[in-house]
Each structure stands twice: as C-alpha cells, then as structure tokens.
C-alpha cells in the first residue's frame, strides 16, 4: 500500500523513545487495565508517558481511567488530552459509545488516520492496548509502528495459554521484539503456569494475583495506583523498564 | 455479494431446527465455555446438537473438550465428527496449531466456506461460537445464517458489561433475535451487575459463579458435565430451551 500517511505516522513518532503494545491474542485476560495502569505508572515515576486504545472491538481504557469526558484539541493534527500525566488517545473520542461494527479495511484505516493525526509530546514510553485476536490490527501495527516491542498477557488457563503460544510464533516468525510474557489474573499460586510459561520462546515477567479490589477503583486513577494489582505491576515494570 | 455458496448455506442449514449464537463483544469471558458446554448438556438430554466453533482469533473449543485429534470426513461436503455425541467442527481442523492471523475478507471467505461445505444432521440445536467483538464476524453471521437468535454472556465486572450494552444495541439496530444475558464468573454474589443487566434490553437468564474445578476438568466432556459450572448453566438452558 502506498499512503502517504504512512510517513506521517513515522514523523509523528520519531520523538517517542519507546513503544510497547500490550498484547494477549485472548481477550479478557487483563490486557487493558495492564495497559493503563502501566502507563499511570510510568508517569507517577516521571516519565512522559502516552496511552493509545486502539483496541476497536472493546475500547475499554476510557472506563479503566474515568475519561469519558475527555476529548483531544485540534491544533495542526490532534493534541491529546492528558489524565493523571498520561497523554491519552482511545477510538472513543471519535466513535462515542455507539457500536463500531467496523469491518477489516475500515479498521485498518481508522488505525492509520489516528496514527497520522495524533501529536504526542516527546514521550519516554508510549503503551499501546491492542485488541484480541491475531488478526489485522496486530498486522497493521508490526507494518505501521517501527520500533515496536511486545509485553504478552495471559491467564493461569490452558485456554489463554494456547493463544499466548500461538502469538509468541507469530510475533517470531516476523521478528518482532517480545519483551516478556506477564501471567494475569493468579486466583492460587499452585495454580501458576509459570512453569509451562517458562517453555515459550519469551521471557517469563512475573505473576499477578487476581485483585478483586480492581472492580471498585475502576475510573479512579489514584485508587487504581494503590491497589495490590498496581503494586506488582509495578514490580514487573520495574524489571523491564 | 452474490456467491453461490449463500443458497447452499440456506441448504446445509435447513434442516437444522434451532441455531444459537454466543456473543459476548468482549473476549475472556468464558463464552466458549459456554457454549462447548451447552452443546454437550443438550446432547446428554437426548437433542442432536451441533457445536460449530466461529472463532478464528481463539478457536478455544478443541481445547475445552480435548477434541485434538479429531477430523471431519469428506463426503459430499463435510461430515462433522462427534465429541460426547455432539456434532463439531472448528477452525483448527483447517488451521491447525498454527496462528491464523487472517485479515477482514480471508476471514469472510473461510467462514462462507466452512458454512457452506459443513453437512450437519438434522440437529435440533446448532451452538456457534463466536469471535469477540462487533466486528466483521458478527456482521457476517447475521447476513448469512437466517433464524439465528443470540445468548449474549458478560461477566460482573462494568468493562464487559459496556461492551454486552453496545453488542445489545447492534443486534437490536437488526433486529437480531436475544434470547437474553448470562452473568458468567461471578466471584461474591454481592458483586453480581444483575440489576444492570435488567435494565439494558433483554432477558435477564441468570448468574454462573465462578468455578475453579473448571480449569482441570478441560479437555474431559464428562467431567465438565459434572461442574458445579454445569450445573448452573444446565438450570438456565431449562428455562430458554
């Protein structure tokens, strides 16, 4: 494909020292909160730090966050609005909360017209919540986005550990950078698949204990810093930072 | 699009009483389990029933009733095998373990083609399992099964339940049959977002509480059938069959 924006995209994100998709192939698993409270983290330690939803099919980080009210400014491409430190971009600042039943070409080019108009700040991290499946998007953002590396999310299920086997091959096969594999979700340590983990072809990160406390500060940022589940994120990013 | 394929889907599906998908819009939330389970709970109560998994981003249903080494057999078109009676067919018999990372149209063309080659019995239920999100799947479904009706699953958490309010409003904008919403993974009862279902426009089938016998019980029909998971979604299937 030729596009023009495609250059654009690059020059949009020359000034983002580093770009990390969160990614699961599973839904359900945790992908989005990890993804926004990853970036809540980073900026309460200093960083500059970007979050972009991009996931269509559930864009839920405006909901993790509290940001429904929130919308970006357009001054030579589009500024994004900031929460809590975090430069924030989700699809729903220009879907609404109407259903995007969006069909494969559709997204592939919402995706690259957001890439192409949003203006990030110099950012030390940019975190990408990406949507399930391995299908388009995932293939749209190993062509779009350089520089791109991967932080994979399963559960202690067989069912979500299929699919995280499965993304890990793919993301092989094209020779994009993985830089570990979190396990979500932990109800009881012996039920870990930390072992099995520890036989994919990716770096085992860690495990996060399922935090019923999560539900209650959904659209807080402060409360969903001090629960249990941000504090062994917050372990975990320590190591990869 | 005109496709001979569309008129014999019509035929290949015609003899077949009652077609239900399971929807969910958002991944993870134990949809495949459901639906894998409901087929096998029909069957054990005398129905031909028919399980056909739709999900290319994570055909999870060979896993959960440990149906890996099974094969469709050629003859006039395809003939599903049976798993603990039920009738089955998956993308993994075409795909393997290898990830499939399709794009929009590939998608469309596989799922015309395995609906259009599949012979099934005369069932008296047909269970799809369905990809997550409101995407190209699910408008395909609606376009090319006709008396398809829709059992839609959330878990209690506000992040699924967002998405269960869009894909409701989508089947609605289309008049798409909802048979009505199962609560899935409830942890405390305390917790359950029953009163929010009941507002949202449909049915409101009941609370499943989360089961950790089910983890080791995958890849075994009857063992899964013994799940207090089982159970409970036995009760629900009573008062919609």
């Known amino acids: 494909m030729l596009d023009p924006r495609l250059s654009v995209i690059d020059e949009r994100l020359s000034r983002v020292k580093r770009i990390m998709a969160i990614s699961s192939g599973k839904g359900g698993v945790g ?4 993804a926004a409270v990853s ?9 500059k730090a970007g979050l972009l ?19 970006p400014v357009e001054d030579r491409g589009m500024v994004p609005p ?44 940019l975190i990408l919540d990406t949507p399930p499946g391995l299908g388009d998007l ?9 520089r791109l590396s991967f932080l994979v999310v399963t559960t202690p299920s067989r069912l979500s550990l ?3 086997r499965k993304l890990i091959l793919l993301l092989r096969s094209v020779k994009a950078p993985i830089i570990g594999v979190i396990e979500n979700m ?30 209650k500060a959904l659209g807080d940022p402060e409360k969903l810093l001090e629960t249990k589940f941000a504090e062994k994120l917050s372990e975990i990013l320590n190591a990869i930072q």
């Open 186 to 215: 932990l109800m009881d340590s012996s039920q870990s698949l930390g072992e099995e983990i520890k036989k994919l072809d990716a770096a085992f990160l860690g495990s996060i204990p399922l935090d019923p406390g999560v539900e």
């Open 138 to 146: 995932l293939l749209d953002l190993l062509r779009l986005i350089k």
């Open 39 to 47: 970036a809540l983290i980073l900026a309460r330690r200093g960083f």
């Open 162 to 164: 299929e699919t995280v």
């Open 31 to 34: 992908k989005s909160l990890i």
């Open 82 to 125: 900031k929460i809590s430190g975090v430069e924030y971009i989700s699809i729903t600042f220009f879907a609404g909360d109407e259903p995007s039943p969006l069909r494969g070409e559709d997204v592939t080019n919402a995706f690259v017209e957001i890439l192409a108009l949003v203006r990030w700040s110099p950012l030390d991290y």
């Open 53 to 71: 939803d991009l996931d269509f099919t559930n864009p839920s980080s405006s909901v993790i966050l509290g940001a429904r009210s929130l919308y």
